[in-house]
């Protein structure tokens, strides 16, 4: 289960909602968090890898009024589904859907990006589900780490950023793998659901260039449930109608 998961069929943004009946893996905090901490600065052209619900892709397109989005989902009803919440979103002109596996897209397309962005599938070698849409979502045998990180390689302008959510060892992982492949952190955020607990995921921000590493912790809760941190709060307030 992804972290911090949200299961209803819809979940309500200030400034849109996502429909999320159809798709194997749900609104998250993982999403959330990617999504308001990225660094999009005067991004023109966006690619989101994987957008399941559509979520990356809109929330980059409120931050940003000028970008164009280029949302990829290999599933098809997952896709069908971004569709909807993109269309019936404000942003509806600025963002392409794509239903597409990344390993074709990479391979045939010429376009070149400011920023790529993706929730990847991160299970490796663990138990499957029975339902071949959630396998999808949830493992990376769909989209290895070597595939993303060469693919985002060929695709990414010179002065473009990869941002990336994983569980801590993978995100160790797939820095290693960037390194190997001329991709440098250049931003790192480390997430505690509260200030007992250990890092859960860690937000990764890859630059072309070699690079000093600026890393951040960020705890979620202060140590009761849902009683949110000041640091929270202050990074989704554009987005959670709660704050």
Known sequence: MKYGTMSNSYFKFKQFTIHQDSTAMKVGTDGVLLGTWVTIGNAERILDIGTGTGLLALMLAQRNTQAVIDAMEIDALACRQAQLNVRNSPWPERINMLCSSFQKFSKEYHQRYDLIVSNPPYFNN??????????????????????????????LKDSGRLA?????????????????????????????????????????????QTQSCSEQTLCIETGEHHNYTPEYKALTKDFYLMF
């Open 164 to 208: 990336v959510v994983l569980p801590v060892d993978e995100g160790g992982v797939f820095i290693r793998q960037s390194i190997e492949n001329g991709l440098y952190c250049c931003r790192r955020l480390n997430v505690k659901p509260n200030a007992n607990k250990p890092v859960k995921r860690v937000l990764l921000e890859f630059a072309n």
């Open 126 to 155: 663990s138990l499957k589900s029975p339902v071949i849409q959630r396998n999808i979502a949830r493992h990376s045998d769909s989209l290895s780490y070597i595939d993303l990180i060469t693919g985002v390689k060929k695709l």
